[in-house]
């Protein structure tokens, strides 16, 4: 048996109040596909940063392939030839896809950046992701998606020996998804060892040959995949059975008309001739590929494009939404896709995230009731089974507990019309559970949702009707009962359709 | 005897590096400064550490207090406001042209006006920074800087660089020793007390300073979460400017004159209040209570100079270096405290 590509022992990293990771150790043999899963906030990312030299722990060692590492700095590990795929966006919004794919390698002629090298650079590397962006773009101006797919082709392309991937296919799409498997599979033919997390239960037994299970920071088992089935990895991850994954739905009773819609344009008409209905008690997917629109149809919706044109009904008045102020005042609500950026004041406490859109109601003459604030506050987080200190800076918490966190702000603020982009982005099998639960019992109590999402079962299982989009127009619309993966695969992409 | 849970409180507040060394520095100060002998009473007297010099510093620093209140609020939103010095000066100009236009008044009547115009004035000049900064999307460097001439500028202009003597009414008041015996003048102490009270109650308990704090902190978030960007923006240059007109009209009473150029330069050393306090120039940070603590920090560095009798000329090459290592004494002992903090 060859030296395995990593050995972490006794690792153990402690921040204010909570102990991350405690005395990890376990072995991931070389050229493997590693899983490691658990719960928001078990340790996964602090262990991948831990190994990619951005963190450093407070106690253990690690190895690689037989040999004692110790990193100070991410450089130290790009030397020893470990990429990272991170699980939050680490970018540069303003430099553009080629600028930020040449970073820390640019090519230079003399004393200048090589400009066309370093195009080339970009679009071989993309190509090896199967990603058709344009290297010029501005990063900033990529959807969520496609600086995910940059960010796999900047740690594939550093032809690193071990790569961690953190939750890569949280904002992905099917088809991104798909590439990625791809480009997995090419990396294992190469011989390069990876570490892949994800809570992603079919992936997970589609690429990983050893699953290691973390809780509350500890080291559970690492057992091969062959040996476990899904609910055997989640009993490890939660320390008990979890009966149902998708709870049955109270079959919801479609009442009147909350949110009309009647040829929407949005994005300078790059999405047009929007109609649907929305009724009370209703959860309405919008389904399609990546760049399909979806996105843009939500924070037209929310009166966040200037450009948006089209007729707007909410609960059968006509209405002009031109500011999210305005879009809250008619009871609406949304989750953005990008929680970082849109979502969350990161330096803020939790709880002040949570109250950040309904702060009035919580104050008498501008003074605000911290005693309010803060149960009200709990209770939304509470419900979404955020277990992180209320008090503590959101920065600190993991990226599920995060998106936690921008939920219970819409939750707390009881808008009764629920716009959620990717809801579910990054969070565990059990929150999720709470989180369809929630929903179901949101539309039973006559709220309405329009529902986006990229994961099938979840849109599959929670939409009452799906309206699919294709490249900014509407493709057609499937009732629940006539849904399946297929028929909306096809819808999405157009093929078969003709 | 405090209590120890008091003392913890102390101990673990954002505020406790920087009274350290605030505290520290006049120990030092007090040690160092020698005493005499009190002429009238006997007795000796320390050079620093009596009710004279203390009162003064405390002068000294409330114009810089009270600014760096509405700077450190500016700067949480992700903002920043040059022209402060120049609005104390138009506002403080125009207070006293009015008042000599207006002849003689009785005492409440000249106390009233003055107030009326020199807030009026200041809060209109913020409100003009405000809407430029939201209205023209340029950043607020720029148009602060601008108005930052443009204000002092129109001082001048009107003033024609005479310095205006205003009503000694307005001196009675604000050097009134209010029982503490003669020529100690506690008003310009108390003013910057009741200004960070008030502005810390504005950030840390009120809707409009938690949105505040949320914008500075992450734009994009705030306005998808539905808050009034515009508005709380504009409203913080306009909080900037009234704090401006109040140090001008504490100014102007107490020296009981204006001049168009007063407060020169001030922009500069209530930013340096604001920020040696601990506000972040990225935004979302900052408390008004370190506001007045780094203005009192920045004078008593300026009085040291005064109580040692260093050579007056070394005064800027002094004050620089000790305002930087005040700042890494602050940041190297909060690091500390957390290390402390979490070995526990
Ligand atoms: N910089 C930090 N300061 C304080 N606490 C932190 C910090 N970074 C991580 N933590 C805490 O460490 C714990 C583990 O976080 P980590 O991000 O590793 O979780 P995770 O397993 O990746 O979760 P998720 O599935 O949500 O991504 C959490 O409790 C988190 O709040
Ligand atoms: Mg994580």
């Given at each position: 048996?060859?030296?395995?590509?990593?050995?972490?022992a006794?690792?153990t990293?402690?921040?204010?109040?909570?102990?991350?990771?405690?005395?990890v150790?376990?072995d991931?043999?070389?050229g493997s596909?590693?899983?490691?899963?658990g719960e928001?906030?078990?340790g996964?990312?602090?262990?991948?940063r831990?190994?990619?030299?951005?963190?450093?722990?407070?106690?253990?060692?690690i190895?690689?392939?037989?040999?004692?590492v110790?990193?100070?700095?991410?450089?130290?590990?790009?030397?020893?030839?470990?990429?990272?795929?991170?699980?939050?966006?680490?970018?540069?919004?303003?430099?553009s896809?080629?600028?930020?794919?040449?970073?820390?390698?640019?090519?230079r002629?003399?004393?200048?950046?090589?400009?066309?090298a370093?195009?080339?650079?970009a679009?071989a590397?993309?190509a090896?992701?199967g990603?058709a962006?344009?290297?010029?773009r501005?990063?900033?101006?990529?959807?969520i998606a496609?600086?995910?797919?940059?960010?796999i082709?900047?740690?594939?392309?550093?032809d690193?020996?071990?790569?961690?991937?953190d939750?890569?296919t949280?904002s992905l799409?099917?088809r991104?998804?798909?590439?990625?498997?791809a480009?997995m599979?090419?990396?294992?033919a190469q011989?390069t060892?990876?570490?892949?997390?994800?809570?992603?239960?079919?992936e997970i037994?589609?690429l990983?040959?050893?699953?290691?299970?973390?809780?509350?920071?500890?080291h559970?088992?690492t057992t091969?995949?062959a040996?476990?089935?899904?609910?055997a990895?989640?009993e490890q991850?939660i320390?008990?059975?979890?009966?149902?994954f998708?709870?049955?739905?109270?079959?919801?009773?479609?009442?009147a008309?909350?949110?009309?819609?009647e040829g929407?344009s949005?994005?300078?008409g790059?999405v047009?001739?929007i109609s649907?209905t929305?009724?009370?008690?209703?959860?309405?997917g919008?389904?399609?590929?990546v760049g399909?629109?979806r996105?843009e149809?939500?924070?037209?919706l929310f009166g966040?494009?200037?450009?948006?044109r089209?007729?707007?009904?909410?609960?059968?008045?006509?209405?002009?939404?031109?500011?999210?102020?305005?879009?809250?005042?008619?009871?609406?609500g949304?989750?953005?896709?990008?929680?970082?950026?849109?979502g969350?004041?990161?330096?803020?406490?939790?709880?002040?995230?949570?109250?950040?859109p309904?702060?009035?109601?919580?104050?008498?003459?501008g003074?605000v009731d911290?005693?309010?604030?803060?149960?009200?506050?709990?209770?939304a987080?509470?419900?979404?089974?955020?277990a992180?200190?209320?008090?503590?800076?959101?920065?600190?918490?993991?990226?599920?507990?995060?998106q936690?966190?921008?939920?219970a702000?819409w939750?707390?603020a009881?808008s009764?019309?629920?716009?959620?982009d990717?809801?579910?982005?990054g969070?565990?099998?059990g929150?999720k559970?709470?989180l369809?639960?929630?929903?179901?019992?949101h539309?039973?109590?006559?709220?309405?949702?329009?529902?986006i999402?990229?994961?099938m079962?979840?849109?599959?299982?929670?939409?009452?009707?799906i309206?699919?989009?294709?490249?900014?127009?509407?493709?057609?619309e499937l009732a629940?009962?006539d849904a399946?993966q297929?028929?909306?695969?096809?819808?999405?992409?157009g093929?078969?359709?003709? | 005897m405090?209590?120890?849970?008091?003392v913890?409180?102390?101990v673990r507040?954002?505020q406790?590096?920087?009274?350290?060394?605030?505290?520290?520095?006049?120990?030092?100060?007090?040690?160092?400064?020698?005493?005499?002998?009190?002429?009238l009473?006997?007795?000796?007297?320390?050079n620093f550490?009596?009710a004279?010099?203390?009162i003064?510093?405390?002068?000294?620093?409330?114009?810089?207090?009270i600014?760096?209140?509405?700077?450190?609020?500016?700067i949480?939103?992700?903002?920043i406001?040059?022209?402060v010095?120049?609005?104390?000066a138009?506002?403080g100009?125009?207070?006293?042209?009015?008042?000599?236009?207006?002849?003689?008044?009785?005492?409440?009547?000249?106390?009233?006006?003055?107030?009326?115009?020199c807030?009026g004035?200041?809060v209109?000049c913020?409100l003009?920074?405000?809407?430029?900064?939201?209205?023209l999307?340029?950043h607020p460097?720029?148009?602060?800087l601008g108005?930052?001439w443009?204000?002092?500028?129109?001082?001048?202009?009107?003033?024609?660089a005479?310095?205006i003597?205003?009503?000694?009414?307005?001196?009675?008041?604000a050097k009134a020793?209010?029982?503490?015996?003669?020529?100690?003048?506690p008003?310009p102490?108390l003013a910057?007390?009741?200004?960070?009270?008030?502005?810390a109650v504005?950030?840390t308990?009120t809707?409009a300073?938690?949105?505040v704090?949320?914008?500075g902190g992450?734009?994009?978030a705030s306005r998808?979460s539905?808050?009034?960007?515009?508005r709380?923006?504009i409203?913080?240059?306009?909080?900037s400017?009234?704090?401006?007109?109040?140090?001008?009209?504490?100014?102007?009473?107490?020296y009981g004159?204006?001049?168009s150029?007063?407060?020169?330069?001030?922009e500069l050393?209530?930013?340096a209040?604001?920020?040696?306090?601990g506000?972040?120039?990225?935004?979302?940070?900052?408390?008004?209570?370190?506001?007045?603590?780094g203005?009192l920090?920045?004078?008593?560095?300026r009085?040291a100079i005064?109580t040692?009798h260093f050579?007056?000329?070394y005064?800027?090459i002094?004050?620089?270096?000790?305002?930087i290592?005040?700042?890494?004494?602050?940041q190297g002992?909060?690091?500390?405290l957390?290390?402390l903090?979490?070995?526990?």
């Open positions: 048996m060859s030296a395995p590509a990593v050995r972490f006794g690792i990293r402690r921040f204010p109040g909570v102990a991350a990771l405690t005395d150790g376990f991931v043999a070389a596909c590693h899983a490691i899963c928001n906030g078990a996964k990312s602090t262990l991948g831990i190994l990619a030299g951005i963190d450093r722990p407070d106690a253990g060692t190895t690689l392939f037989g040999e004692a110790r990193f100070r700095q991410p450089r130290d590990a790009m030397a020893a030839g470990v990429a990272i795929v991170h699980q939050e966006l680490a970018l540069w919004p303003e430099l896809v080629a600028e930020n794919l040449g970073m820390g390698r640019m090519p002629r003399g004393p200048l950046v090589d400009r066309r370093l195009r080339a650079h679009e590397l993309l090896r992701v990603a962006i344009d290297p010029d501005r990063m900033g101006a990529l959807s496609e600086q995910q797919l940059v960010q082709a900047m740690a594939v392309g550093a690193a020996r071990i790569i961690i991937f939750e890569p949280s799409g099917e991104e998804t798909e590439r990625l498997y480009v599979a090419a990396l294992r011989g060892t990876t570490l892949y997390v994800s809570h992603r239960m079919p037994f589609r990983c040959d050893t699953v290691t299970v973390l809780r509350d920071g500890h559970v088992a091969p995949t040996a476990l089935d899904e609910a990895i989640v991850m320390g008990r059975r979890l009966e149902q998708y709870p049955s739905h109270a079959a919801g009773t479609a009442g008309p909350v949110l009309e819609v929407l949005a994005a300078g790059r047009r001739d649907f929305l009724r009370a008690g209703e959860v309405l919008l389904a399609g590929l399909a629109g996105s149809v939500a924070r037209a966040l494009d200037p450009t948006a089209g007729r707007v009904r909410v609960r059968g008045l006509e209405a002009t939404i031109r500011s999210p102020r305005e879009a809250m005042a008619l009871g609406l949304l989750v953005p896709e990008d929680r970082k950026g849109q969350l004041v990161l330096g803020m406490a939790n709880r002040e995230n949570g109250s950040l309904s702060l009035p109601r919580f104050a008498s003459r003074v911290r005693a309010r604030e803060s149960a009200a506050t709990g209770a987080f509470a419900a979404m089974t955020m992180a200190d209320a008090e503590a800076a959101t920065v600190t918490l993991s990226g599920g507990n995060q936690k966190v921008v939920m702000k939750l707390t009881e009764d019309l629920l716009i959620l990717e809801p579910t982005r969070v565990d099998v929150a559970a709470e369809h639960a929630w929903i179901d019992r539309a039973a109590a006559g709220g309405a949702v329009l529902l999402t990229s994961d079962p979840e849109l599959l299982n929670l939409a009452t009707r309206l699919v989009l294709r490249e900014g127009r509407p493709a057609g629940r009962a399946t297929a028929s909306l695969l096809r819808l999405m992409s093929l078969g359709a003709a | 405090p209590s120890p849970s008091f913890r409180t102390l507040s954002p406790a590096g920087l009274t350290g060394v605030l505290l520290v520095l006049w120990g030092l100060l007090a040690l160092a400064a020698g005493s005499h002998q009190d002429p009473g006997g007795g000796t007297v320390n550490l009596n004279h010099t203390l003064q510093m405390a002068t000294d620093a409330s114009g810089f207090a600014m760096g209140v509405g700077a450190t609020i500016v949480i939103s992700g903002g406001d040059l022209s010095g120049a609005i104390y138009l506002a100009v125009a207070m006293a042209m009015v008042l000599r236009a207006a002849g003689p008044l009785p005492p409440v009547a000249a106390f009233g006006l003055g107030l009326a115009v807030l004035v200041a209109t913020g003009l920074n405000g809407l430029m900064v939201v209205g999307r340029v460097f720029i148009i602060t108005t930052m443009i204000l002092r500028g129109i001082a001048f202009v009107m003033s024609r005479e310095s003597l205003v009503p000694t009414s307005l001196t009675a008041v020793s209010l029982g503490l015996g003669r020529s100690l003048s008003v102490l910057m007390c009741a200004v960070t009270a008030i502005g504005f950030l308990r809707v300073g938690r949105y704090f949320a914008i992450n734009v994009e998808f539905g808050l009034p960007v515009a709380s923006t409203g913080v240059y306009v909080i400017g009234l704090c401006a007109g109040i140090a001008a009209f504490l100014g102007a009473a107490f004159s204006a001049t150029s007063d407060a020169n330069g001030y050393y209530v930013i209040s604001a920020v040696v306090g506000a972040s120039l990225v935004g979302g940070k900052g408390s008004a209570l370190s506001a007045m603590i203005a920090l920045i004078v008593t560095i009085q005064r040692l050579d007056q000329n005064e800027w002094i004050i620089g270096g000790a305002l290592a005040a700042v890494v004494i602050d002992g909060t690091r500390l957390t290390r903090r979490e070995a526990r």
